[in-house]
């Protein structure tokens, strides 16, 4: 009698980065971290590796591939390792992700005929803003299209969550933010979903794109403190283009709420703090999420437009005193295979904690997998009368 055996691939799907080593490797490097930070996995080559036989180990991350990503320049339109492995992709039927790197190259022969109809993300212009704009678009289409998980970036300019028509050779949808019926796959399993008001308050306390750990150092957090001291309107003048003119109205809140009665920090430097702390909708386009993002991008340049509020907020943490005392901190999920005993961990961003377990559970609940932190902090700092939300006994961790 025979017996059928089937093999399935449990490998988890990734987004195969595909480019040309020459020329493009910092701007390749800076969307492969900024993909990571929001929990979309990846595979490159100078990371992953390509095993024993190289044409065998390109085949199989690219079978394993959820989509391509390509960066198109003169150099990977002459390589015939590059063009190996995106005909394969799309005679596979893997959706293609074109990006266009520089503005004296326009696509012609094979790499145009490949690339002709499909949407394609523009960096060719490398200045910050335009950069970071494009790589939110990316990180918007990838998530809501590709893994068709909750997205965590909004692109959109006017500030508003629209339904976006995403158009290529395989797949023709529109995406509604609104539609919470997204199926989940591999690592996005692990992703924090916010479902009610009391979860979308403590999403300080308990977002895991804020845990991105690593135990890569990067660059000192350097810069910043060569700043003069400005008003909170001055200091977010650089950073408007991120929130449009909605940031204003924040910092207005927050100047109004400012703690009159301290006199260790000065009304600016209080509402600072007070900023940090505020959530506004959607959740994703607050302050401190931009602001740990940046924080912990490899591109210590990201943080440039941060440096006069990030003077002015490190300023008004480092005046009020430091606990020494336990911490907690919590996520939907199992995070124990990220941290092992004995090893060193960074956190780069400002992480926000709680002064009680029981707090850490009105978020994350009491039943189900989760992951709470017990944290032995020397150097803590207790924000509660300069927070928006007085009633969380908010204490942070500087960077």
């Given at each position: ?61 690219v079978e394993n591939s959820a989509a391509i990503c390509f960066f198109m320049t003169p150099e990977y339109q002459k390589s015939k390792s590059c ?161 449009n003119d909605d940031i204003h109205r924040y910092v207005y809140i927050a100047k109004q709420n400012t703690c009159k009665a301290n006199d260790i ?135």
């Amino acid at each position: 009698m025979a017996t059928n055996i089937v093999c399935v691939n449990t490998r988890p799907k990734h987004i195969m980065i595909s480019y040309a080593w020459t020329g493009t490797q910092d701007l390749v490097y800076e969307v492969a971290e900024q993909l990571q930070n929001e929990n979309i996995p990846i595979w490159m080559d100078i990371r992953n590796g390509l095993g024993g036989n190289v044409n065998d180990g390109m085949a199989q991350a690219v079978e394993n591939s959820a989509a391509i990503c390509f960066f198109m320049t003169p150099e990977y339109q002459k390589s015939k390792s590059c063009r190996k492995e995106l005909e394969y992709a799309d005679k596979l039927e893997i959706p293609l992700i074109p990006c266009r790197c520089r503005a004296d190259f326009k696509p012609s022969g094979w790499l145009g005929l490949i690339s002709a109809g499909l949407m394609w993300y523009d960096f060719r212009d490398l200045s910050d803003a335009p950069v970071n704009a494009t790589i939110n678009k990316l990180i918007n289409y990838i998530q809501t299209n590709i893994f068709q998980m909750t997205p965590t970036v909004f692109p959109d300019v006017d500030g508003r969550t629209l339904p976006v028509i995403f158009r290529n050779r395989h797949q023709y949808r529109a995406v509604t933010p609104d539609n919470e019926e997204f199926p989940l796959c591999n690592e996005q399993t692990k992703l924090c979903h916010v479902d009610s008001d009391n979860e979308l308050n403590g999403h300080r306390f308990t977002s895991l794109y804020d845990l991105d750990s690593t135990k890569k150092m990067s660059m000192p957090l350097e810069g910043y403190e060569k700043e003069a001291l400005v008003t909170l309107e001055q200091a977010v003048q650089s950073i408007v283009h991120l929130f449009n003119d909605d940031i204003h109205r924040y910092v207005y809140i927050a100047k109004q709420n400012t703690c009159k009665a301290n006199d260790i920090l000065t009304p600016d430097e209080s509402a600072a703090i007070h900023l940090y702390s505020m959530q506004w909708t959607p959740v994703i386009d607050s302050l401190y999420i931009h602001l740990n993002r940046a924080l912990r991008a490899v591109n210590r340049q990201a943080l440039t437009p941060w440096f006069s509020y990030l003077k002015l907020f490190l300023t008004a943490l480092y005046k009020l005193p430091s606990c020494h005392m336990t911490i907690w901190r919590g996520v939907k999920g199992d995070l124990s295979a990220q941290y092992n005993k004995d090893e060193d961990i960074v956190w780069w961003g400002v992480s926000s904690c709680a002064v009680s377990v029981s707090v850490i559970e009105q978020f994350i609940g009491k039943t189900g997998t989760r992951t709470i932190f017990s944290i032995e902090a020397i150097n803590a700092k207790f924000i509660r009368e300069h927070a928006y939300f007085k009633e969380e006994d908010e204490i942070v961790l500087t960077p």
